[in-house]
């Protein structure tokens, strides 16, 4: 577990780390690069690099934290990755169950995987588990169907690294939405009418709009607002999570 910078949460964890690229926002993934750094700086849990790795010891870390925290899952890789074996998707589901003052935030580019086993019932949804899907391009929308058939309580979407407009988005039973560009030294460049124009469906829907950065080489001199404001818009938290 660590403190995260990423906008939309406040901690990461890790019980797997390591991924395999499956669609064109993963070409210059930041996980992978970030895990190659710290297995030459010597991090044990690193010590495979960005290969798939389980980390069965950390499943007791979210018992040891008593103040409520909203929780990024997975920050360093995919749970629903073929390679996960499902008993241990469903261990990592009964740690969050077990702790419903924590919020618990899953973000997957495989959702037809998603899909596949929560029809088959191996998923048991708390309220307390947000599951979201990658939507980078027009090409990724699909996983929102995949997302909306699920029983997830609380469903959104990442919308980055944003690689081109998103027009006539369903965002029925969508309940939050969240842009960002790339960033890093390869950036490929967000136009702001996509934004934009995700920003007016998610208005005209009703659902929440977060707009977490421009990106770019140098992300924080691109900042964050858009049209002049800063979008931090989240669903609805009860104030059991509230810190």
Same mark, same amino acid.
């Given at each position: ?12 964890? /890790? ?8 669609? +064109?926002?993963? !070409? @210059? ?18 010590? /495979? ?13 979210? @018992? !040891? ?9 997975? #920050? ?9 074996? =499902?008993?241990? *998707? !469903?261990?990592? @589901? ?15 580019? !495989? ?6 086993? %929560?029809?088959?019932?191996?998923? +048991?949804?708390?309220? /307390? *588990? ?20 699920? +029983? ?8 980055? &690294?944003?690689? $081109? &407009?998103?027009?006539?988005? %369903?965002?029925?039973?969508? +309940?939050?939405? =969240?842009? $960002? $560009? ?10 702001? %009418?996509?934004?934009?124009? *995700? ?15 421009? $990106? ?10 858009? %049209?002049? =404001? =800063? ?5 609805? *938290?009860?104030?059991?999570?509230? #810190?």
């Amino acid at each position: 577990m660590a403190q995260s910078h990423i906008e939309w949460t406040e901690m990461t964890w /890790n019980p797997v780390t390591g991924c395999d690229k499956v669609s +064109d926002g993963c !070409r @210059f993934c930041y996980a992978e690069a970030f895990a190659k750094r710290l297995q030459a700086m010597g991090v044990e849990k690193y010590r /495979n690099g960005f290969k798939l790795t389980l980390h069965p010891e950390t499943l007791q870390e979210p @018992f !040891r934290w008593k103040k409520p925290r909203v929780v990024f899952v997975n #920050s360093m890789s995919d749970l629903f990755h073929k390679g996960v074996p =499902i008993d241990y *998707i !469903r261990q990592v @589901f009964n740690v969050m169950q077990q702790n419903p003052h924590h919020v618990f935030q899953v973000l997957t580019k !495989r959702a037809d995987v998603l899909k596949y086993y %929560d029809s088959e019932g191996w998923l +048991d949804w708390s309220h /307390n *588990i947000w599951m979201g899907v990658s939507v980078e391009n027009q090409q990724a929308m699909p996983r929102i169907d995949r997302l909306r058939e699920t +029983d997830a309580r609380v469903k959104f979407l990442s919308c980055e &690294p944003l690689l $081109g &407009p998103l027009s006539e988005l %369903d965002l029925q039973d969508i +309940d939050w939405v =969240i842009v $960002g $560009g790339e960033s890093g030294r390869n950036a490929r460049p967000m136009k702001p %009418d996509w934004v934009q124009e *995700i920003r007016e469906q998610c208005i005209a829907a009703n659902v929440p709009f977060f707009f977490k950065q421009w $990106g770019g080489f140098n992300k924080k001199k691109a900042g964050r607002t858009l %049209d002049g =404001i =800063i979008w931090d818009q989240k669903p609805g *938290i009860p104030k059991l999570f509230v #810190s």
